[in-house]
């Protein structure tokens, strides 16, 4: 039994209107895989990296329990490499530099070790590549969860198609979720989503928190007002490895689990912009993460 | 003891995507005292209109018990006229027409009758005649809330400023949270703008929901996400009267309270935007008032 994550492993250099930093470990899976691993501890990653990798963020992953047999590092390569710059309201940001590196030819390989996998988290990546993994579980998992981005959406919708059809739930934002259907209201896109395949669909809503929707129901979380968002990167990311490391936990998967690993989410996404990239989330206390579930619960509870 | 709503009763001409309208009434004071008719029975208005209001428009607030003493009627003057047109998101709209007419020198008379005002709702209207109305109250209201719009702090900032200093409760939505206090996050704007004077601030957030503020608390509001919103007019007002009406109901003002009332006022603010005008909100029964608040308890609630 195991929680398998995929998605980027990369450098990151961050520009915000609190400062810059030089490049630093970031990437899907990272922030996944470490926000899971607060709550489940057989969190597996399958990511690539260069040589350019040190052995102490390597490190990193295993002081958080996390298996990296899934990694691959290329020699004589370098890592994925992205550059950006948040713009003053930290809702919108320009890319200053892409570099694919190992990424380009990126071809997952699926450890003997992890087809115990359950729990599958698809982190934003190209949906061809998504896809692979799920077709190389020689068992299909118990949930998948996918996550993706408009820049799917834009240059390649129909393989993003294909692979929606094969998991169970998607997490997008709500502009992605009106491009994705061509619907304005979120609930009209929900039910075409929906139709494309996933049993489930969280909308991400950014400050103003998440929807969780399936054929029956509506779940509206709540985002924890913050005085001051340092750095958004990866808060995605986390948002998803905290949810599905949540139900790999509790490992039974209805609604009202699925609420709870929103809220669970949602708190860990919470820490992840106080700082730049992964430092609050690799140094959290469970204390801290129990403290800040319940200023959810009190953030958003009332009596009728 | 009583519950006087000040703002405008007017005509308004609406185009939407789903169709336009003729002449219908609206204003502020219209569609607040309607939603908090459905909590408190003593609910009187202070408002104009000119000679072309017809006799069932206003027989139309007697129907729902709203006192109308207070409402002048100015002979051989028009209505106060808006007209407006939505684009496809309805989130944002192009004013077609304002004739202020009777507006242009609205002088507030409250009658004798209106003097035990325990809850006095300031409707959106110049900052000027929302602190006349205060200041010719002999006895100060137990809570004042008052809404505002962006216009008013782009020509009467120091009006406004002004009245905030009077008030308990502010209702404005979160671009003019931002304007008012200049800072971009919720959190430092909401600080700021309680240092103006109201104990409590409300945030409206559209589709969003809202947030309350107060010194020490915060609370997050779902909205009801709706497959469709027909014509947007009149909803914040709505909100805010039904916000009013609940806790003139209850009578004790906390901030538990005033959390339920949020949800009551929400809960009438989107019926308020299934139909055009106030054709939806004039005709509700308490029933489907009761299911529409528990949606929104099965909504957000979670257990943790």
């Keep these: 039994m195991s929680l398998v994550v995929i998605g980027t492993v990369a450098f990151d250099a961050i520009e915000t209107p609190f400062g810059k930093t030089e490049k630093i470990v970031g990437g899907a899976a990272t922030y996944a895989s470490l926000a899971a691993s607060y709550f489940y501890d057989q969190t597996k990653i399958v990511a690539v990296v260069g040589d350019d990798f040190k052995k102490e963020d390597i490190d990193d992953f295993g002081k958080h329990g996390i298996d990296v047999e899934g990694l691959q590092i290329k020699k004589g390569e370098k890592s994925f490499f992205w550059s950006g710059k948040y713009h003053n309201d930290m809702n919108s940001r320009d890319t200053l530099i ?42 299909r998992p118990k949930l998948i969860v996918m996550d993706t981005m408009n820049f799917w959406m834009d240059i ?16 997008i934002n709500d502009a992605e979720a009106r491009q994705l259907s061509g619907e304005y209201s979120l609930v009209k896109a929900a039910h075409k989503i929906l139709k494309m395949g996933p049993k489930y669909l969280i909308i ?36 998803a490895g905290g949810f599905i490391g949540y139900l790999a936990k509790v490992g039974s998967i209805n609604f009202s689990n699925m609420k709870n690993a929103i809220i669970y989410g949602s708190a860990l996404a919470s820490f992840c912009v106080e700082k730049f990239g992964t430092e609050k989330l690799k140094n959290l206390s469970d204390k801290e993460v129990s403290d800040r579930v319940q ?3 009190d953030l958003s509870s009332f009596t009728i």
């Design 98 to 139: 892409t570099e694919l590196n190992v990424l380009e030819n990126f071809d997952p390989i699926i450890p003997e070790s992890y087809q115990d996998c359950e729990y599958l988290m698809l982190g934003n990546l190209t949906p061809q590549v998504q896809q692979t993994v799920i077709k190389r579980m020689k068992k």
């Design 156 to 171: 390649a919708m129909d393989d993003l198609l294909e692979t929606i059809k094969m998991i169970d739930v998607l997490t």
């Design 204 to 239: 991400k809503k950014g400050e103003h928190g998440a929807l969780l929707f399936n054929e029956d129901s509506i779940f509206s979380a709540p985002a924890l007002p913050l005085a001051d968002v340092f750095d958004p990167t990866g808060a995605g990311d986390t948002f």
């Design 295 to 297: 200023e959810f619960v």
